[in-house]
């Protein structure tokens, strides 16, 4: 008592209320069958009826008055479907444990709708606006009164007008006349618009960014005819940036005034620096560390910096990347980059220094184009050539991605294209001209199941192979390339043996993947491809087993790979962590 009596008031008063309610909650109710209507008229009968919600121990009394009211509370939860001439029967009769109520329905002849008028008063420009809502209305003559669809058509009219900017509209008549004798119905709705306002004065309350920036994400302007949409669309573009920690786009509708609707922006930033670090492996190139720095907002005119080292037994490198926006940040930008790297490989170990400019703009839905010059340095060992190598190379290359959702999609594809070369005249060691392309596909084949593909195809025209360096010769074999073989130890072979890379590239994969428990998924897959010269391809084959793991950073594959086609037959073991596009 004494530690019940230190519980403050109020807090006593709650715990009442919830145990009150959940035992409430827990009691068995009055059972209603409900016969002679289909599912939604039943639906709402049960929603209607207050007997429902009685329990069990309820005085007789009371459950008796309630059963009175069965009747007319049925009939009032078919009068929204257009039933107004229903009969209804009840039965109420007590078992061992509780009541139950038997309502027998016949909901008779709906009432049909007979005149439909339906009225904007708008301006020439702004009836099309709302056009396409009274157009696409199910409440037409003939048609079966539903209480749903009319309400439906006012809520749509008013939601339009206020994401349109006619703040000022109403209806100047709405109703619905029912004539139950007649089975018929009559509908007058008239609405009015009013002008269409316009953006007024945008403030921005952000000192940050300059306030050019920030209007190059704005699709609107002061003057232009307000729309809703345009600040949902900047919202979700403001977000996508990086720049920010808080984004509200507030249009200020008491402010309002000669036809003009102010908008006040309010921002805050996010964290301008961000450090990673991360560990991972891969048997393509074992264990691997990662650490990065990135400074999201290096100025005011949002340009980004960021830098990151990368070690494993194969990969070693450093690089950094300087990054402006240009007219539209949110579809083109400018970047600079640098990168020193060595790899080392079973097949050629190579050092080289890239520096590189880009210019990347968004051309479609879906569609990334990046125009860059590359100059490198390499030096490199292949086989038994050992030689060095510079070159400046231009490019082209194109990237699209679509899929239902970027986590574990059901249906997807990435379709990826890179034209590149260079010539003695620009500066190079020697001329080429490459071009490469992949494909890769999901589909859903049933609820638990998914089919994924992928193809590469790449084409060098040169006619010395030995004078470009390993940066830029195809090799095949590893995670992700052909499923059974060591990474990049595939490809044509000196007099030696040694692997020396291809002038051209082939190579496909189909996996299929079932649904095990839980987050595990089995899969069977069947590699082949490889890397060669003129037309002899010489495709190598690999085939097995896979385990994959939904893991909260992305999927992790475990695979059992055995080479079908060659001497080596031994099985090997592929982990790859990633996502499927």
Known sequence: MQLWSRIPILLRQLCCFAFLLFAFASQPRAELRVDGVNDELARNVYSFVSLASEPCDAEPWLIRRRFRAVASEVRSALEPFGYYDAVVETTLEQNETCWLATIDIDPGEPVLLRNVDVSLSTSAND???????????????????????????????????????YIDSNFLQNEIEVWPAERAAD?????????????????????????SLISAYLEFETGMPYDNRLLTKAYSDLSVSGYFGRIELLPDYELADEGQIPVRIL????????????????????????????????????????????????????????????????????????????????????????VGVRRTKKVRSNWIRTLSVDLSYDQYDVGLESSSSRLVLPGIAYDHKRADRDVFPTRGRRLTFELRGTGQFLGSDTSFLQATTSLRLVRSITDDSRLLARATLGFTAKSELFELPPSVRFFAGGDESV?????????????????????????????????????????VFVDAGNAFDGFDVDPAIGAGLGLKWQSPVGPLRFYLAHPLNKSDRSVRVHIRLGADL
């Open 127 to 165: 009836s099309s606006n709302f056009a396409d809502i009274v157009s696409s209305t199910p409440l037409v003559a003939g048609a079966q009164l539903r209480h749903s669809d009319y309400e439906t058509l006012k809520e749509s009219l008013q939601i339009r007008a206020a994401e349109r900017g």
């Open 187 to 211: 509908v007058t709705l008239d609405f009015e618009s009013g002008p269409r306002y316009n953006f007024g004065e945008i403030t921005q309350q952000q000192d940050f960014l300059d306030a």
């Open 267 to 354: 921002l805050e930033p996010a964290d301008r620096i961000e450090y990673t670090l991360g560990v991972g492996f891969s048997t393509d190139t074992g264990p691997r560390a990662r650490a990065g720095y990135y400074n999201r907002r290096v100025n005011k005119h949002g340009n980004r910096f960021k830098t990151d080292i990368g070690l494993s037994p194969v990969i070693q490198g450093i690089a950094a990347e300087y990054r402006k926006p240009l007219t539209d940040p949110r579809s083109e930008w400018l970047s600079y980059s640098s990168a020193l790297t060595n790899e080392d490989t079973d097949t050629f170990n190579s050092d080289t220094v890239r």
């Open 483 to 523: 499923r059974g073989f060591g990474y990049d130890t595939l490809g044509p072979t000196d007099e030696l043996g040694n692997v020396v890379g291809g002038s051209h590239l082939l190579v496909a994969s189909v996996e299929y993947e079932r649904h095990m428990r839980g987050n595990f998924y089995g899969a």
